[in-house]
């Protein structure tokens, strides 16, 4: 069986949600039936951007898609997130006054 690449990887992986093929020992193969089909549509300048993007990321353009849609659901902890860039802002200002101190 030939290597597979990365972006067939993903494919295969966003298709089955199995990850037998990856090189662990003992996987245990896991089959995800997909059986409904949603239709969308998109402008020509929508559906460009799209194929740009899941191209750059080595996805067909519905894996990038359903990806895309499953994020948007998960939701993102804005104070969490605050918390962090204010920490690592912080961090930052250390390591500038370090370097600075010891040129």
Request: proline share 2%; aromatic share 6%; hydrophobic share 40%.
């Amino acid at each position: 069986m030939a290597k597979k690449t990365q972006a067939e990887l993903a494919d295969y992986y966003n298709e089955t949600q199995d990850l037998s093929r990856f090189g662990e020992e003992n996987a245990v193969p896991v089959t995800v039936k997909r059986s409904v089909t949603l239709s969308v549509r998109f402008s020509d300048e929508e559906i460009a951007e799209l194929r740009a993007r899941s191209e750059e990321a080595g996805v067909k353009v519905t894996s990038f898609i359903r990806a895309a849609a499953l994020e948007a659901t998960s939701p993102v902890d804005r104070v969490a997130l605050g918390e962090l860039a204010r920490d690592l802002e912080q961090r930052a200002h250390l390591v500038t006054e370090f370097v600075t101190r010891g040129a």
